[in-house]
């Protein structure tokens, strides 16, 4: 069974940036992404991205964040600048694998300071 292992979240003040990273365990050519949740709220997509990087992303973090994927790491990164404390949240990396369906990652938090 794949395993997906995030890093790269933190503290950072406001207009600061940072970058995740998800290391999967195994070859993966599916499509990859990040979400986020905030306590009390769904788990809402932020960005994704397929096996051909063909990429797609929330209006609300559009042009503030960029996803991509290193095939032969089988790693899949988000670059976030610009951040704000409405982007302060838990952020989770998924998998879409055939058959199996979506597996994630066990999240790392992010925190945006005014």
């Known amino acids: 069974q794949v395993q997906l292992v995030e890093s790269g979240g933190g503290l950072v003040q406001a207009g600061g940036s940072l970058r995740l990273s998800c290391a999967a365990s195994?070859?993966?050519?599916?499509?990859m992404g990040w979400y986020r949740q905030v306590p009390g709220k769904q788990r809402e997509l932020v960005a994704s991205?397929?096996?051909?990087?063909?990429?797609n992303y929330a209006d609300s973090v559009k042009d503030r964040f960029t996803i991509s994927r290193d095939n032969t790491k089988n790693t899949v990164y988000l670059q976030m600048n610009s951040l704000k404390p409405e982007d302060t949240a838990v952020y989770y990396c998924?998998?879409?694998?055939?058959?199996?369906?979506?597996?994630w990652g066990q999240g790392t938090q992010v925190t945006v300071s005014s």
């Open positions: 998924y998998v879409r694998l055939p058959v199996v369906g979506i597996t």
């Open positions: 195994g070859s993966i050519f599916s499509a």
């Open positions: 991205i397929t096996g051909g990087s063909s990429t």
